[in-house]
């Protein structure tokens, strides 16, 4: 490090943890931000280390797989925005595809090495990619007694990404107890393979539904643990739905996350089964989002979007994602847009 000097880019620090307090007491000598940026493929050991060494003294950014921008190397759009100012820039008609198109990237996903390849055998790297995730991460770090049983338990979750998390369902697929089934999501949350998104609530108004919903941040990983061979397969299947809104909430997060926004992603559902799929509260507004698996929405898909109790919040015209290619007026000031211009 003397000799290096900085700035200084060291990668999967993890294998050099001792290097942590030589760059703490470099970090508090020179009192300069960004000398040091440190990477890892481990996370729980990344995490780990800089807490105990580094607090206070360093920011952590969160690298997800690919977005559907970044896959297709588009740096002139912006991220996602559900705001019609900025739907409207992101001239949808040039980037956007069909449906099998879309699908196929769905069953992708994004991990950078199945872009830089295209014609690397999928099954191959995710079955590879699970091996070192389960003997590295889960089992060296967690001590998980089963990897059969944890691998039952993920592929249990990816049934049922897109829908509300019960623990007893779960737990059942696996054959273990609703108490280590919550133990586990919770290795499978911290570890980035899920992510649970938490329902609407205000502070005047109670939560209508407590039970987060379960989406996989991965939609290759996904299809490839619920065993989808192909695009095609996998667009005609009975999980068509749930994995295109799986996919829509990987981009909302992914440039939320982009943008560096401090926004609020949630989800509504009240005791009448009506549901918005996803709300983002940004500023003291509430941008509603509705997902729909074909290419002419209509008003009506954006019904459940009035009975949402809003507070002091304002209330934003309604967005239907969909797989049109164009960007649609629907009336009242509500919009479709295709969801492969994300």
């Not at 729909?292 to 949402?308: E, G, H, Q, T, Y």
Request: glycine fraction near 8%.
């Amino acid at each position: 490090m003397e000799e290096m000097g900085a700035p200084l880019c060291i990668d999967e620090v993890q294998y050099a943890p001792d290097l942590l307090r030589a760059i703490k007491l470099k970090v508090d000598e020179a009192d300069t931000p960004g000398m040091y940026w440190l990477t890892g493929s481990q996370r729980f050991h990344m995490m780990k280390g800089a807490s105990e060494s580094l607090a206070g003294r360093v920011g952590i950014v969160e690298l997800n797989t690919l977005s559907q921008r970044e896959a297709e190397r588009d740096s002139t759009a912006p991220d996602f925005f559900p705001s019609l100012e900025q739907l409207r820039e992101k001239a949808p008609a040039r980037c956007s595809c069909d449906i099998s198109e879309l699908y196929t990237r769905i069953w992708r996903g994004g991990y950078p090495a199945l872009h830089r390849n295209l014609n690397r055998n999928i099954n191959h790297y995710f079955d590879a990619y699970l091996q070192t995730y389960l003997e590295r991460d889960v089992q060296a770090l967690t001590q998980v007694g089963d990897k059969n049983a944890f691998l039952t338990l993920m592929q249990s979750a990816a049934a049922r990404t897109g829908q509300q998390l019960v623990y007893a369902d779960i737990a059942q697929d696996a054959g273990i107890s609703p108490k280590t089934a919550k133990n586990w999501i919770s290795i499978l949350e911290t570890s980035g393979i899920i992510s649970l998104l938490q329902p609407y609530h205000t502070n005047t108004i109670k939560r209508l539904s407590k039970t987060p919903k379960l989406y996989f941040m991965d939609t290759g990983l996904c299809a490839w643990l619920c065993n989808w061979p192909t695009p095609a397969t996998l667009q005609s299947g009975a999980m068509s739905g749930a994995i295109l809104e799986t996919w829509v909430f990987g981009q909302l997060y992914r440039a939320l996350g982009n943008r560096g926004m401090r926004s609020r992603l949630c989800y509504y559902r009240d005791s009448n089964g009506s549901e918005v799929d996803f709300l983002l509260e940004h500023e003291g507004k509430l941008y509603p989002m509705e997902v729909k698996r074909n290419s002419n929405p209509s008003l009506a898909d954006l019904k459940a979007v009035n009975r949402i109790p809003t507070g002091t919040a304002i209330m934003q015209p309604g967005i239907v994602l969909c797989t049109a290619r164009e960007m649609l007026g629907l009336g009242k000031g509500n919009y479709a847009f295709p969801i492969s211009a994300m």
